[in-house]
């Protein structure tokens, strides 16, 4: 780790899209800029609170009818009648709106693995979410994250949010990762070595030659758990494969055109603090009950002979069709353990379909796993895999706090697609390497 404060005047990546957004020529950490939102996004949980705030403060029509994004995810298909109030009030609020990008359950998937499918999100963009995983969109070189919904009602009004520009820390990463690793590993060894609040408030920067070795399934779960580290927001560059997944996701709702606008950090830009990964270096890794921090390698956790009650694979941090794919290739021609119960959850209709056409779905449902629609239910221990007291998961989700999947005295242990694969076939946390 080291400092590098030389320049008040150069500009992290974060920075010059705000920058960009605010009008201004330059920005500086602590600063405060208003800047001019592309999209604003709320879902069936924090939507409706959105709208009654937004009716509250007398906002009449939305900003922009292209630039509003209503996604009821979270526990849809309506699980109760709570639900359902909470989806019609964002499906009638939509229609009086006229929003053109509300999707209904059937055409949906779990927001963060839907937007950058479908082309919503680009390089170059500020977006804000009421919800805290919307910095997952800096993967794709956006400037995003997470606010109240209070935040969300005044930028469907507006177009426009205050920021306060962030400090950045600098992730230098180097080589490439071996087998069975992935960006979800990469992310609970960041997260294990700096802390749940190492990255309080401060842009997460990704560079280095090791960036190109990452997928962009990858780089999105990386983006996506930035949250956990206290970040605002995550990015990595805009290089050759995250041009390349933009021009196979254009964007095809009514009335919008994307186009991606790159941005990189000057060379000589201020960071607080720059930590150098070797990603050749790294292995499976854990994180155990009940603080995303508390990470080990698989190495040692398998050591530990844990026995888990249910496996989780999808969320909005690996439902993509990577983590399908991972999770198939060790699942297929094998049975889920007596005992475990497995869920599978894609991230969106598209993965859904794709894991049926291409035999994921057969494999999965013929090894005694559960394969289900798009939903976020079971992350927040809401819906399709809430645990029981005593029960312990492992699960591909971003957060493990206490009673975050259920009763206050059940266990998550997060980790990657293959870990969490690997261990509902053999009924303990394993490594993928060793089946």
Sequence with gaps: MSSNNNNSHAMTMTQKILAAHAGEDCVHPGQFVEADLDVVLANDITGPIAVREFARMGGGAVYDKTKVVLTPDHFTPNKDIK??????????FAREQGIVNYYEVGQVG????????????????????????????????????????????????????????????????????????????LILHIIGRIGVDGALYASMEFCGDGVASLTMDSRL???????????????????????????????????MKKEPRVFEADPDAAYEAEYEIDLSALRPTVSLPSLPDNTKTIDEVAKMGVRIDQS?????????????????SIIKGRKIADGVRCIVIPG???IWLDCVKRGLAEAFVEAGCVFSTPTCGPCLGGYM?????????????????????????????????????????????TDPATL
């Design 348 to 350: 969106t209709q598209q």
């Design 110 to 185: 779990i927001e963060h693995a839907f937007l950058p499918e479908q082309g919503l999100v680009t390089a170059g963009d500020v977006v804000i979410g009421a919800d805290s995983h919307t910095c997952t969109y800096g993967a794709l070189g956006a400037f995003s994250t997470g606010v109240g919904s209070t935040d969300m009602a005044a930028g469907m009004a507006t177009g426009k949010a205050w920021f306060r520009v962030p400090t950045a820390l600098k992730f230098v990463l180097k080589g490439a990762p071996g087998p069975w690793v992935s960006g979800k590993d």
């Design 221 to 255: 779960a990386v983006s996506n758990m930035a949250i956990e580290a206290g970040a605002k927001n995550g990015i990595f560059p805009v290089d050759a494969a995250a041009l390349e997944y933009i021009a196979a996701h254009p964007c095809t709702a009514p009335g």
């Design 83 to 92: 639900a359902a109030e909470q989806c019609k009030e964002l499906r009638e």
């Design 312 to 328: 989780v694979i999808g969320s909005c941090t690996n439902g993509r069709m990577e983590d399908m794919e991972v999770a198939a």
């Design 385 to 429: 895999g809430v645990l029981a007291e005593g029960e312990r998961a492992v699960s591909t989700t971003n957060r493990n706090f206490v009673g975050r999947m259920g009763h206050v005295r059940s266990e998550v242990y997060l980790a990657s697609p293959a870990v969490a694969a690997a261990s509902a076939v053999a009924g303990v946390l």
